[in-house]
């Protein structure tokens, strides 16, 4: 089988390199044979049955659009921007097509062919929200606008990306907290904050360091959290994405970095002076955990969501979940469909909302027939969306990092 091997391998170059040239893109572009296996593993094929929104359909579209057969037209862009980029597809792939890079570095050269103006105002966008600066003040300003009633007032606006705004505001007003820096000069860990970690993960990353402390662990947290340029290279801004990256190089290499956000993680590992990087619950379970003392118990029924980041990128999720068996009387149950992308995908859900939507009614329907106390993902992004949908479909269900709910089982210190 060839999921055990990593983007980088796959490819035999990094998935992002800047500069690669139409001539490069239709060499990666002719290992497809066109042979269709990957359609049944696709979530956009599978919503619109449209071979042009299918991993060889892209691929084709890539094709003629680079041997000048095809104008590069709205409707083009639209089927190629259509792409979730999670990835499934390169693990169907019998001739271990790297389509994630194809498809990033054709996306790149698409959005240089775009006016002056539009590309400013575009990288402008995608570097604020790139900036842990300007990204921290995100939960203070989602609070704001659920608090003010404008997120009710936004949710009469007839303009499907300004709705998805206001939901993802009403989520984030309840994830945001500010994380104090730690300085431990002699440990050789660094827990990587991130962008958007604050915003997104505030109660995660907290979460984090009381199971570190309560471990004996001591983790180092950086006055100036750096973005892993993710983001930034879904979007095309491959040279911008390489910039951020390299300033992560210049804090972090030759130090273990753990990350909670998978997708976060997996974009850290694509530089080689990164590798060391690792994510949270696989970390968790090689560290010493005190043999005499057990969390306690909690009787309630987990879904564990599995990013496509996770599932696809970082090897599988079987650390999640043999990190939540640890917690006495948790019934730990897959949320079905975790083999399909569940419409985050980074700016995806802000970009294609219908899209996005539709990709997430089939989580919302599976969640409603199981009735669980709680959902656990890695992904920050997917968490936001799949906590915006449950609170839409009027279903009360929490949706956490697994480390939240390791916390929260923790021995009191009476126990200890």
């Known amino acids: ?111 240089a062919a775009l006016p002056a103006w539009r590309r400013y105002f575009r990288r402008l966008l995608l570097q604020s929200l790139s900036d842990a600066r300007l990204t921290r003040w995100l939960g203070t300003i989602a609070r704001i606008v659920v608090n003010s009633g404008l997120a009710w007032v936004l949710t009469l606006a007839n303009n499907a990306p300004l709705r998805s705004w206001r939901r993802l505001a009403v989520v984030i007003a309840t994830t945001a907290r500010r994380i104090k820096p730690r300085s431990v000069p002699e440990t050789p860990f ?69 990350g909670l956000a998978s997708a976060c993680v997996a974009e850290l590992r694509t530089e080689p002076a990164l590798q060391n990087t690792q994510e949270l619950c696989a970390w968790l379970l090689q560290l010493p955990w005190p043999d005499a003392v057990s969390l306690r118990p909690l009787p309630a029924r987990v879904l564990v969501h599995e990013p496509c980041s996770h599932r696809n990128l970082l090897g599988g999720t079987a650390a999640v979940y043999q990190l939540l068996a640890r917690i006495p009387a948790l019934e730990i149950i897959p949320l079905p469909g975790n083999d399909q992308c569940c419409g985050a995908a980074g700016t995806y859900l802000l970009q294609h909302p219908q899209m996005a939507d539709r990709l997430l009614a089939a989580k919302i329907t599976a969640s ?42 923790l021995p009191t210190k009476a126990s200890l």
């Open 1 to 111: 089988m060839v999921k055990d091997l990593t983007t980088h391998e796959r490819a035999g170059a990094p998935a992002d390199r800047a500069g690669e040239t139409p001539a490069e893109l239709l060499q990666l572009a002719d290992q497809c044979v066109k042979c269709g296996l990957c359609l049944a593993v696709c979530p956009t094929y599978a919503q619109t049955q449209h071979e042009a929104d299918s991993p060889r359909g892209r691929i084709a579209l890539i094709q003629g659009w680079l041997h000048g057969e095809l104008a590069l037209t709205d409707r083009l862009a639209a089927h190629l921007d259509g792409c979730l980029q999670c990835r499934a597809c390169e693990m169907a792939c019998p001739s271990l097509v790297a389509y994630g890079r194809l498809s990033t570095a054709a996306k790149a050269h698409r959005v």
């Open 190 to 258: 660094d827990l990587f904050v991130g962008c958007v970690g604050e915003s997104t993960q505030g109660t995660a990353l907290a979460a984090t360091l009381q199971v570190c402390d309560w471990l004996g662990v001591a983790v180092k947290v950086t006055t100036q959290p750096e973005c892993c340029g993710a983001l930034l290279r879904h979007n095309g801004e491959i040279a911008a994405a390489a910039t951020l990256r390299q300033r992560c190089v210049d804090q972090y290499a030759g130090r273990q970095l753990i």
């Open 368 to 409: 409603a027939a199981l009735a669980p106390e709680f959902i656990v993902t890695t992904n920050p992004g997917c968490a936001l969306h799949l906590a915006a949908g449950l609170r839409e479909a009027g279903l009360a269900i929490s949706v956490c990092h697994p480390v939240e709910l390791l916390v929260r089982q």
